[in-house]
């Protein structure tokens, strides 16, 4: 383990790839992306709470799901209670969550019956929730909301008037804080660490190439042994990798809506995915002939998982590729944390977790057979 | 300990087709330096990955100090230290840092290893030099420091292949008289050689091989003697027809 660490700090390439690098890259990205950006979609899944729906005025809120629906912008899930539909929204299964209070109908009958005399109306106010951790969610839902609730009103003669009915957007308020750096920072975590993968499998190559494994299995120290002294050594990079990439996301200005738990759930997610990519690393060199080779073999590996796991976009067929993608994992329990403020005790992360350290164990176990049998000669 | 340091039984090593060692037999006693001549691919280096347990054999069984290199490797590898043909080093370690790597490896205990370290490399010459990065070596220094490191373990079985190629003759001198010591500690040691002048000046026995079989075995002197030779060069051609070394 020691020679690994040593190796880490003594040859400038590797430590530019694992140390300097992931430094860089938040510094520059943090800048850059300062100002929150734009993207698109082409729907939302939107949970939907009716608490007008036994009101005598009940037609208004049907005519406003309806509407909802038909806008073909978003997906309606109805639920029973507000408790189900602000959970799915924290743990990321839902983009908002819509509450039509009770009252909803009486507002708009006010409306008509004295559409020029506020004084007269039954106000009352939508309750709109959006997704904090989806940059696309937060920056288009409300408007298009606030649209739909024009055409219930109005109809396709929508006009900007007064209205007795409000929009709470309490997420909004908060998520207009935002930058695009903000929905980035939980991707850089992930992008650090699979740089990993091309470290492993070019050290491995190399030790093979120059016999230093055949040296290595003369000595009492079996296979297994090094193997798990390799891999705790990439662990404890992955480890120096976040404490690095928090450092200097804080010292950019970066602050993570999560506390001390959320930070340390963060290092133990990384840790896990650490094990994906030095899996990855050993398969890589498996199926390698020389450490040249293994590059841009690894690339092959980390690609993949940098366009569809880490920080990139994601929507329709790429987001279907995501998930097959461990670095997703990470970067979704991340984004849950680090965005969305979700408690510690959020199932999503755990499950989260649970993948990318199943994944992890395998693809190790997988590497280490691999590499043993095809790649140690 | 057992009554030979390493007993090989009509081991054969077939790779494919080729049959890199025929039907070898030979038996090593303790305090023996043991010489292993023969050209390159004659299966040399061969013999001696079976007898560090890089290797199986196809046939035939060989044990070191007592152990089957089959059944038991890891016994094997605790009694045995072995210096590769290429020498094999991180280079970005220092020769120090490599060596103490291999201690580690071997399970030599911390308190006994530093001093250890310290012992071998003012014996071999290279105390000016054992902090330096081991890239910045010359060939001569790489392979002293890979003697070392098959050493630092004090195996009771050493396995040299091929240890001063590449050496200038003052560090080669260096490397003689700190092989003749661990044979005076009564350690087994087998050397593989280019070099006839190395087998003649530090072998007990030499057991000359071509094409994975062994043709003659002896003393250098009995079997110069008995060929009526100058020089086991000279032996090796009246046995086989060919040079020793055609590369050189």
Redesign the interface.
Known sequence: M??DL??TH??PAVLFLLIIFPIVLTIIFGFAFGGIGGGGTTSFDVGLLNLDATSPQAEWSMAFIDNLTDSEVFVVHAYEDNTTGQSALLQGNLDAFIVIPEGFGDSIVSYYGSPIDPSSWTNTTIGLYVDSGSMIAVSAVPPLVQQVLMNTVFGSDAMTLNLPIEISSPALVESSTFSQWDFMAPGIFAFASIFLTMIVAQSMTYERD???L?????????SADYMVSQTLTYMIIATVQVALVLASSFAIGYRPATGPAGIAFTFVIALAFSLVAVGFGLIAAAISKSAEVSTGVSFAFIMPQMFFGTFMPLGGLTEVIGKFMPSKYLTDAVTTLFLRGAPITTPVIWTNLAIVSILGFLLVGVGIVLFEKFGSR | MSESAITITNLTKRFGDIIAVDDLSLEIGWGELFGILGPNGAGKSTAVNIL???LEPTNGSATVDGHDVVFSP?SV??V?G?C?Q?P???P??TGR?NIT??G????VPKDVLGSRVSSMVEKIGMEDHIDR?AKEYSGGMIRRVSML?ALV?DPKIALLDEPTVAMDPKSRRAVWDYIRELKMQGKAIILTTHYMEEAQELCDRVAIIDEGKLIAIGSPTDLMETHQAKNLEEVFLKLTGKKLREDV
């Open positions: 020691k020679k040593k190796k003594r040859e120059e016999g230093l055949k040296r290595l299995r003369t000595t009492p120290v079996s | 560090n347990t890089l890891e590898r605790e045995i072995v590769p290429e094999a080093f991180y970005h370690l840092e790597l291999m580690d490896m071997h399970l990065k490191m373990n």
